[in-house]
């Protein structure tokens, strides 16, 4: 078993991540047992190292090797590619073929993008898994085989699983190992590195003198949020070495040619979330609005009842002054809205049976403003004067002299009938 700093350097592997590095010890630990490996990262992370140092430590190493592609073989030929076929087994198929399973038998096979694979190839796929054996296409003879599996995928499998894309038991059968790879923005401290290495690999392949970046143009690349991971960056570097006529880049060129898409998604998300604030702002502001016209019903109705506790006319019960003040709504001719629409029982709904406490209002303190009562005149009085006042500053207009009296346009026509206005 090497070490890890004999593989890294054996595969070319740049970085010093512990996540990384931790990535790479299980490869090696995995490699010598024939236990399925799920490879699972980003696209450009570098996954594709991982089957071949699980080969290369692995009592394979001096068999085959071989990386298929699940997700650029056409659907109809991929069963006879990973298992082969019969002669006359399809229109075309002239010659009897070997499969990859038979052709690696003893060494490893890598499946990357294994997430591709359609359901029924990934039912074959499972049996190899289960008992080695597996079947040419267009022929009933079993065959056996010998291979270690190691697959790739950087799209969640599991969600493949939940979507019915991707049998289950086959991604058990798969994962029982799994090993990550963290994307490039998750180790930061490893983008200078590998931008200097292929910087210098460009170098020597164009046969031109290093490109450098000056220290901010470093500090924004190692905070670019880098989508493309590795590849992304080593294309970068590519360009750059190659388009740049200075050789000391600043932080202005790499902005210019590294536009941060990250701050324009910010950019987009906050515009978003500004509207979507303004939209919440406004409904509370309506919430808040009815709440008070219902609050000012109320008062009004708290009213009616303190001012008719001893009133000979409405000794009964409470009950009756309630009732009292819906049937009153009901003779309301106008065609209002009422704003308190809650107190409002439909036109066919029974009458409320509604049994209010008996409170003993003598030492309670109400605050029924803006209906204020001064101590020289009776509550009525100093009502009614209010409700003249209001009436006559809005020219008889209802609408306003409700709004400015803190009541609802239902209470004021109430009240202009009970006081004869
Ligand atoms: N740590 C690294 N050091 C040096 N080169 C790296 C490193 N990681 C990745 N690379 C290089 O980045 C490129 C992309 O890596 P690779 O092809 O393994 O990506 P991948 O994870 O298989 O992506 P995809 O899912 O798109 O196939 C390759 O050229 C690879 O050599
Ligand atoms: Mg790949």
């Given at each position: 078993m090497d070490s890890l700093q004999t593989i890294k350097q054996r595969f070319g592997i740049i970085g010093n991540n512990v996540v990384l590095n931790r990535a790479i010890e299980k490869a090696i630990q995995v490699a010598p047992t024939d236990i399925s490996v799920l490879v699972i990262g980003e696209s450009g992370v570098g996954k594709e190292f991982f089957p071949k140092i699980i080969h290369n430590q692995s009592a394979r190493k001096h068999n085959a090797y071989i990386a298929v592609n699940c997700g650029a073989i056409p659907e109809g030929t991929i069963d006879s590619e990973l298992f082969g076929h019969e002669k006359g087994a399809f229109t075309g198929a002239t010659q009897a073929r070997k499969g990859y399973f038979e052709v690696a038998d003893g060494g490893t096979i890598f499946l990357d993008e294994v997430g591709e694979l359609p359901l029924s190839t990934q039912i074959r796929l499972l049996r190899i898994l289960e008992s080695g054996e597996f079947m040419k296409v267009g022929s009933s003879e079993l065959q056996k085989t010998n291979v270690r599996i190691v697959a790739a995928t950087n799209v969640k499998l599991k969600e493949a699983v939940e979507k019915a894309k991707f049998r289950e038991d086959l991604y058990y059968r798969l994962n029982t190992i799994q090993i990550d790879i963290p994307p490039l923005r998750e180790r930061k401290e490893d983008i200078n590195l590998l931008f200097r290495k292929f910087a210098s690999d460009f170098a020597n392949k164009y046969r031109m003198p290093h490109i450098e970046l000056s220290p901010e143009a470093q500090n924004y690349i190692a905070n670019y949020?880098?989508?493309?991971?590795i590849r992304q960056l080593r294309n970068f570097a590519e360009q750059v070495s190659v388009v740049e006529k200075e050789r000391v880049i600043s932080l202005e060129k790499i902005m210019e040619l590294l536009p941060h898409s990250s701050t324009m998604l910010t950019v987009t998300n906050k515009k978003d979330k500004n509207s979507s604030d303004f939209m919440e702002r406004e409904l509370l502001f309506k919430v808040l609005l009815d709440m008070k016209k219902d609050l000012n019903d109320l008062r009004a109705l708290t009213l009616d009842l303190i001012k008719h506790k001893d009133n000979e006319e409405f000794n009964g019960s409470t009950q009756e002054l309630i009732q009292r003040v819906y049937q009153e709504q009901d003779e309301d001719e106008h065609d209002f809205t009422p704003s308190s629409y809650n107190l409002v029982p439909a036109a066919n709904a029974p009458k409320p049976t509604y049994q209010p406490p008996q409170y003993d209002y003598s030492d309670d303190v109400y605050d029924v403003s803006p209906i204020e009562e001064p101590e020289s005149l009776s509550l009525q009085d100093n009502e009614k004067e209010m409700i003249k006042l209001a009436l006559e500053k809005h020219k008889g207009k209802r609408k306003m002299a409700a709004d400015e009296l803190g009541i609802s346009e239902r209470t004021l026509y109430r009240k202009i009938k009970q006081y004869h206005l």
């Open positions: 949020p880098w989508p493309g991971n």
